[in-house]
């Protein structure tokens, strides 16, 4: 028997929930730090050359199949043979959000934590040196607020209000971009602010390293919400009208903005208020924590201005903590035949477990180590330089092999004029292969420590 699918209204429609499932953390909180860490103005670069090539071509690849076999990712696979190939590529889509989600929830779990403390009127006390690495260090807290974030996200989950929640990011996702455009200006102005414009957006040679490459890369699928499978979904959707190429790059121009003004706001602000000292630009995770409340503190109207902006992030993080949420749950009944509720529930369990593990590893379970990295990295590293590139490469192989590159430029061309074709030809056919391998590669040996980067 045969369901209708539903579907995005229109063009709007879909660009918008695209966009709103892309635009979160890792826009807001990911890409300021990576950028800080791997080389500012290059980063920036590479990280727009990659995005432009590789990222469109991923994008429209698998929005395409979506569309083509109106299924997730699993089906997608499936529906083009039933070997273990098949069967692996569409579960690696498939796991790597319930990988992703829990960890991202403890990162909302601090969202959660300053809002709190921001309305309490503790601007000052947060914008101390030592307040981020004080509440990293009590398990209590690190566990107490990450649940609160899971709640959150269960509850939506299992109430069903997504349409409300849509509505809502219509409404605070312009909210956001006002704000952080305030913010941005207000931190770029600040006196010492313009060597850190100038560290953010010229690229400066001796600033490169392969790890920018592949850091740039995995940051490049976490933000475009690429190689995990959401857009195969998100295709399966969308109506066979509605241009593929126009609206990729809607998204990507709309996603990329959002991080460029985020690194406006956090990247001067660390030259400002620490003098661009390297170790500061060191701060990896933590960054937007330790710089942002500095900023606020300095502001006439701080605790207005803290409130404000991490209730947006807030909305942002949920919402994409949903939608990553909605699809581990939706593979499950696809795949299994499982009610709904018994997979969100067993959802649950591998949310607390190993989101737990994630906030405890700053405090208890800080004696762990994998490869040298804490469990939060650890989580974020084997899904971006890691499992993404792999669920990248299964898709393109799927594509290159299976597929064929005729029929994707068939499936695009019903709505689209394509003009990109041989661009995205050459990508998938030269470029994608090589460098996947390249990263995943150097990604490995690099945890191993056979090299460094
Ligand atoms: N792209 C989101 C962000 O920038 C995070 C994310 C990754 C996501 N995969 C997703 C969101 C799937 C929704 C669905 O924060």
Not at 64 to 75: D, H, N, V
Not at 247 to 258: A, N, P, R
Request: include cysteine; hydrophobic fraction near 55%.
């Amino acid at each position: 028997m045969k369901t209708q699918r539903d579907r995005f209204s229109g063009k709007i429609g879909y660009v918008l929930a695209v966009a709103g499932s892309a635009v979160g953390l890792g826009n807001i909180w990911r890409f300021p730090y990576l950028a800080a860490k791997y080389g500012g103005g290059m980063f920036l670069l590479v990280y727009l050359i990659l995005m432009l090539t590789f990222g469109y071509a991923l994008i429209v690849s698998e929005t395409a199949l979506g569309r083509m076999t109106q299924k997730s990712p699993i089906g997608a696979f499936l529906t083009f043979g039933k070997s273990r190939g098949h069967r692996f590529g569409g579960w690696i889509n498939a796991i790597i959000p319930m990988l992703i989600v829990p960890y991202y929830s403890v990162i909302g779990g601090w969202v959660l934590k300053y809002l709190f403390e921001y309305l309490r009127g503790n601007v000052q006390e947060l914008a101390a040196d030592s307040y981020f690495t004080g509440f990293t260090s009590s398990a209590t807290e690190m566990e107490l607020w990450f649940l609160l974030f899971a709640v959150l996200v269960f509850a939506v989950i299992f109430a069903g209000v997504k349409k409300g929640v849509e509505m809502i990011s219509k409404i605070m996702m312009p909210l956001l971009v006002v704000l952080a455009v305030i913010v941005a200006i207000y931190s770029v102005t600040r006196p010492g602010a313009m060597a850190g414009v100038k560290y953010f957006l010229i690229p400066d040679l001796e600033n490169f390293s392969w790890m920018t490459v592949v850091a740039a890369m995995g940051q490049m699928f976490y933000s475009l919400s690429i190689a995990m499978g959401i857009l195969y979904t998100y295709g399966s959707y969308m109506k066979k009208d509605i241009d593929i190429e126009a609206s990729t790059k809607q998204v990507e121009l709309f996603d990329t903005g959002i991080a460029v003004l985020a690194g406006l706001m956090v990247i001067p602000a660390v030259f400002a208020f620490s003098g661009g000292d390297a170790a500061a630009l060191q701060a990896g995770p933590s960054l937007m924590f330790i710089t942002l409340p500095k900023v606020f503190a300095s502001m006439g109207f701080g605790t207005g201005a803290g409130i404000l902006f991490f209730l947006l992030v807030l909305f942002a993080a949920l919402t994409s903590a949903i939608s990553l949420m909605e699809s581990c749950v939706s593979t499950f009944v696809d795949q299994t035949g499982w009610s709904r509720r018994r997979s969100t529930g067993v959802m649950v369990v591998v949310m607390v477990v190993l989101g737990s593990a994630s906030a405890l590893g700053f405090n208890i379970l800080g004696f762990v180590r994998i490869f040298g990295m804490s469990i939060l990295d650890f989580f974020d590293f084997l899904t971006n330089s890691v499992m993404m590139p792999i669920a990248a490469l299964a898709t393109c192989a799927l594509i290159l092999k299976v597929v064929g590159l005729s029929n994707i430029a068939k499936e695009v061309q019903i709505s689209s004029a394509f003009k990109r074709r041989n661009m995205y030809n050459f990508c998938m056919k030269y470029i994608a292969p090589v460098f996947l391998v390249i990263i995943l590669l150097s990604s490995i040996a690099n945890v191993l420590g056979w090299i460094t980067m």
